[in-house]
Nanobody, 113 residues
Framework: QVELAESGGGLVQAGESLRLSCAAS????????MGWFRQAPGKAREFVAS????????SYADSVQGRFTISRDNANKMVFLQMNNLKPEDTAVYYC??????WGQGTQVTVSS
């Protein structure tokens, strides 16, 4: 099955930007909807964004709509999350998913006020 590896997290100040990357390997990437979730300390994992295979359809959580953009590069089996105007409440571990029940190790995003 597909394996996922996230990268690009870090420590930024409120208002700054980060771009997360997710590299997929193995399994079946072709045709799959891909997405990002996040989990803050003491909270449940929550949906952030998703994108269909062609990139023609995207979906976002209300809390990130207008600030985050999901995209993909199918030729290189990559999924991205561009995060602009970050807020302290965006602090979390971000996970990439192929909606198969398999998760990567996540990448930490910390936004200071």
């Amino acid at each position: 099955q597909v394996e996922l590896a996230e990268s690009g997290g870090g420590l930024v100040q409120a208002g700054e930007s980060l771009r997360l990357s997710c590299a997929a390997s193995g399994g079946t990437f072709n045709g799959r909807r891909m997405g990002w979730f996040r989990q803050a300390p003491g909270k449940a994992r929550e949906f952030v964004a998703s994108i269909n295979w062609s990139g023609s359809s995207t979906s976002y959580a209300d809390s990130v709509q207008g600030r985050f953009t999901i995209s993909r590069d199918n030729a290189n089996k990559m999924v991205f999350l561009q995060m602009n105007n970050l807020k302290p409440e965006d602090t979390a571990v971000y996970y990439c998913t192929a909606f198969t029940g398999v998760w990567g190790q996540g990448t930490q995003v910390t936004v200071s006020s």
